[in-house]
């Protein structure tokens, strides 16, 4: 593995999709995985953290930190927290493009406009009640 550092891993239960990620210490992608969600919201969300630990050639005992996000963050109990997708997306998207304001989130579910500041707080959302 060429990870270094310690392991962070965030998993995002979508209404129809979930997906991990694995960075390591310089904040580096490490692997990620992505499945249907299905029914079982746990077992989604458990398959494609496996996954993701074995593309990276690593063990649970690695993660330093697990987040669990989306639609099913609070079925994800595995994780050491969890945040909602609308503080999520603020996050990564300030983290990949300081320079944004604006983020849209095309669900599953629901779609979200997220207003962010200068230091990628949410300032500001509004999402609709229908795909």
Known sequence: MAASGPLFAGVDAGSTYTKAALLDGDQKLVATAIDM???????????????VLEKAGVGEG?????????????????????????????KGAHFLFPQTRTVLDMGGQDT??????????????????KC
Do not use: P, S
């Not at 969600?37 to 996954?51: C, E, H, P, Q, R």
């Open 37 to 51: 969600t299905g029914v079982n919201i746990l077992a989604a969300a458990k398959k494609v953290y496996a996954d």
């Open 62 to 90: 690695d993660v330093a930190f697990a987040v669990g996000t989306g639609y099913g963050r609070y079925k994800i109990t595995f994780g050491k927290a969890q945040i909602t997708e609308i503080a999520c997306h603020a």
């Open 112 to 129: 979200k406009a997220i207003r962010i500041d200068a230091r990628g707080e949410v300032a500001d959302f509004c999402m609709n009640d």
